[in-house]
């Protein structure tokens, strides 16, 4: 299989993964719901690294993207 309908593949499967993400924000009314969805979906996010790459993978993967400097 060549390299580039693998990435078709995941790109396809990424957007099917989103649509329940856009759903929620069109269910959101206001910009507090659309904040505590952001809130409670970063928890989400952080379980779910955690899980799957332990909390030593999270944080090596993340490190330096928050430094401005």
Not at 11 to 20: D, G, V
Not at 32 to 38: F, G, N, P, Q
Not at 42 to 50: E, L, N, T
């Amino acid at each position: 299989m060549s390299k580039h309908k693998d990435d078709d593949e995941v790109k396809s499967r990424m957007k099917k993964l989103k649509r329940p993400i856009d759903e929620a924000i069109m269910m959101c009314d206001s910009r507090e719901d659309i904040l505590m969805l952001a809130s409670v979906m970063q928890v989400a996010i952080k379980d779910m690294y955690d899980t799957q790459i332990g909390v030593k993978g999270r944080k090596i993967m993340f490190k330096g993207l928050s430094d401005d400097t």
